[in-house]
């Protein structure tokens, strides 16, 4: 059972924006944190995965307060899971190059090749940006560090997967009707292709939800939670539904997640309910009873504890666009939106 399909599911990844960016040594490139970026791409999804690709040549990557250079490769993806600002680039030490602007001049179709730099060794990448509900996301996205580098040429399905992407970016604008949705899913191919090749690659004393979802018991067991998170599960059934004994799950559980079955399955359910809240105009007791409570006082409890705020008032505040992007999301309507 496929739990990271499962929690992918719910989290639903909101399309990507690209565009090409051609680099001649020296340069460097700033992109800004997750929430400036997403001002420019959502009026209501406050996080963003940021990622590049390296089609040809070099350079590196740094998170901008960090200063540890990584180095970078063709084939190379470079992922920032968190939507830290950070730094890329090839050669000495140049004034970096504002990100944000390119990605702007992206979504207003005027181009979508960023060019730049002094003249020297040339580095080409596809600049990739997905959005997500920050909420339901956390719980992958927290096992992952500041940086993640893949590298997807060492086998054929990776260089497929870059060969389509490439031809994807360069042809969207002439692709015709549904060319930004093949480009859109092809991004989020490419980032659970990552995540997939990261999880494989874990050290085998790894701890933590990522290490828990390559673990035979743990991952069926999340796996089934995800599945059916409104059953009315007990330990006992969990067990029995993965094989196991209930201390042995337990025990598992502990070691992966610093939690129980029941502990993890009550902050999901909550997660799953703030996301309702915030997207559909289903009553308290409506999403107490999806996401499997039978009281609803009982459910305002649990919520305000998780929250900190009742429902009501998480969903009044969850509605509100964040200052700046509801313009954005506006424009971008209004530019796709048939004559």
Not at 127 to 147: E, K, N, W
Not at 168 to 186: F, I, Q, W
Not at 190 to 207: D, K, S
Request: glycine fraction near 10%; charged fraction near 20%; aromatic fraction near 8%.
């Amino acid at each position: 059972m496929d739990v990271l399909s499962e929690v992918l599911k719910a989290v639903k990844l909101d399309g990507a924006v690209f565009f090409n960016g051609e680099f001649s040594a020296p340069w460097c490139m700033r992109e800004p944190d997750s929430c400036t970026m997403a001002s420019y791409l959502s009026a209501h999804s406050s996080h963003v995965i940021i990622f590049h690709l390296l089609t040809e040549g070099r350079g590196h990557a740094r998170i901008e307060h960090d200063g540890r250079p990584i180095p970078l490769v063709a084939g190379d993806i470079v992922m920032f899971p968190h939507g830290d600002a950070h730094l890329m680039g090839n050669g000495p030490p140049v004034t970096p190059v504002d990100g944000s602007k390119q990605l702007q001049l992206a979504l207003a179709d005027r181009r979508v090749l960023s060019q730049c730099g002094g003249g020297g060794e040339l580095t080409k990448l596809i600049c990739g940006y997905l959005t997500c509900d920050p909420q339901l996301s956390r719980v992958f996205l927290a096992g992952l560090p500041s940086i993640v580098k893949i590298n997807i040429r060492d086998n054929g399905s990776g260089r497929w997967l870059e060969d389509t992407l490439r031809y994807s970016v360069d042809h969207a604008e002439a692709s015709g009707p549904g060319g930004a949705a093949v480009v859109a899913k092809l991004s989020e191919v490419l980032f659970v292709e990552t995540l997939r090749r990261y999880i494989a690659q874990l050290p085998r004393t790894q701890t933590g939800w990522l290490a828990g979802v390559r673990d035979q018991e743990v991952g069926k067991s999340l796996a089934l939670l995800h599945r059916q998170p409104a059953r009315p599960w007990t330990i006992a059934a969990l067990a029995g539904e993965v094989g196991v004994s209930r201390s042995v799950l337990a025990e598992r559980f502990r070691h992966y997640l610093s939690d129980t079955p029941i502990g993890y399955l009550t902050r999901w359910r909550l997660q799953l309910a703030a996301r309702l809240f915030a997207s559909t105009s289903k009553s308290v007791a409506e999403v107490a009873g999806e996401v499997g409570y039978e009281s609803e006082p009982s459910f305002n409890r649990a919520f305000k504890r998780e929250f900190g705020l009742p429902p009501a008032r998480f969903r009044s505040q969850a509605r509100s666009p964040r200052p700046g992007a509801a313009s954005q999301q506006a424009s971008r309507t209004r530019r796709r939106t048939p004559a």
